[in-house]
């Protein structure tokens, strides 16, 4: 009798795998797990198959955090849907915890498959948001299968703009800002629905090569939030403007080694409330950035005395400088 997982003999996977990435690539010695709670033993050229489809998994994905570049998400997988040879990330299931601190406010962090799952189906047909689904695996682990989005960041595609900043913030700045209140809308969507991205950073927006859209990643994170429910969601749409104004993050460490002139003019107010080595108060920097912009970013600054209670006053505020700065 053949071994059989979920309906699919080896024999049948194989098939699958040759027909769509070549027979010389299939494992000799084939790997199929329906069960993910151990998905550090899912591997390079095994099979998973979820929700009665088979998946061959590839490399793990990366990213970067907390100052680490590059570092492996062993719980997230690029795989290939072994029935229409599509590309997709694999989210299984992790579990951590971790305590964000913005402005005195201790916000407790952690990773919320369910949450995700949820974002996941109000999203489906939002074009600002990655797309995909959820299932449960045979121990109801659950597994959110996501298709595969190909671009660059948005972060990484805004360092490309522009031969310098004054050109930038003149010429590219005002599209870019339009997209950005565009993401923000889409944050604002969630939030009417009773949900937060959880884990709003730059590197969270891939700007899709195929439809050149914007489009947020990743929501898995949830925080408790005795104080704002949109509180960290806010701090992290305040840090990516920041960027996106500044062309890319404008720090001491940089301005002192260009030997800038406005060091000697800067103090700890004009500091990010995270990360206190950043400017907010851009202006200092760049003149030619608007007041109205400028006043948006000090909220995200130490020497902030009030902060956005919720996106739709962010947004009032963004929309506003908007019409300050020029129409490309």
Sequence with gaps: MKESFDGYSISELKDLISEHIGAERVPKNLNVY????DFYRVDYDDV???GGKPYLIRNNEREGRFGIDEQQKFWVKRARD????SVKIIKFVFHERFEAKVGGIVFECFRSP???ARILDLTKDHPRFMHGFSVTDVS?????????????TFADFVLTLGKNHEDYYYNHFPSVLDE???LTMAIKFLHEHGEKHGDIRRDHILKDSSS?????IDFDFNYLHKENFYGYDLFGLGNILVYLAGRGDVTIQALKQNNSSVVSSLVSDDMNIIFNNRVVNLRKVYPYIDESLNYIMKHFSLGA????????????DLMEARTNIGKT
Aim: glycine share 4%; net charge negative.
């Design 34 to 37: 329906t069960d993910t709670s």
């Design 48 to 50: 998973v198959i979820l």
């Design 82 to 85: 072994l029935t229409d040879g």
């Design 114 to 116: 369910r949450k995700e």
């Design 140 to 152: 109801n682990n659950i597994i959110r299968i996501i298709d595969f989005i190909k671009g660059k």
């Design 180 to 182: 950005f209140i565009e």
């Design 212 to 216: 050149e859209i914007s489009r947020w």
């Design 305 to 316: 005395e009030t902060f956005y209670d919720n996106t739709e006053q962010f947004l009032h």
